[in-house]
């Protein structure tokens, strides 16, 4: 079994920043075959991917966050970051981890439970 916690969340003014973590345990071996993503969901919303990593040369975001959010990994800490900036009220959602087996037949992936990201004025 593979878990996924993530931390960072909570409540922040309109232009601030938050930094949120996602650490992977478990049945991992080669995290570096994983594509690791945020994605987040508002209320009332479908669930949007936001931004995936596959290494540090490849990455790609939602047109919605290019320029204010960045994502970065640490496969010997088999976690995810992403480091929201200047945030905007349209930011307010619970955001979710996910990594996707590029090598295991069938790409398991796996959920995070989310952590609730508030922007408020």
């Known amino acids: 079994q593979v878990q996924l916690v993530e931390s960072g969340g909570g409540l922040v003014q309109i232009g601030g920043t938050l930094r949120l973590s996602c650490a992977a345990s478990?049945?991992?071996?080669?995290?570096?075959?994983?594509?690791m993503s945020w994605y987040r969901q508002a209320p009332g919303k479908q669930r949007e991917l936001v931004a995936v990593?596959?290494?540090?040369?490849?990455?790609t975001y939602a047109d919605s966050v290019k320029g204010r959010f960045t994502i970065s990994r640490d496969n010997a800490k088999n976690s995810v970051y992403l480091q929201m900036n200047s945030l905007k009220p349209e930011d307010t959602a619970v955001y979710y981890c996910?990594?996707?087996?590029?090598?295991?037949?069938?790409?398991?992936?796996?959920w995070g439970q989310g952590t609730q990201v508030t922007v408020s004025s």
């Open positions: 996910n990594i996707k087996s590029r090598a295991i037949i069938g790409n398991p992936d796996y």
């Open positions: 990593i596959r290494s540090s040369t490849w990455t």
């Open positions: 478990g049945s991992i071996s080669s995290i570096y075959s994983y594509d």
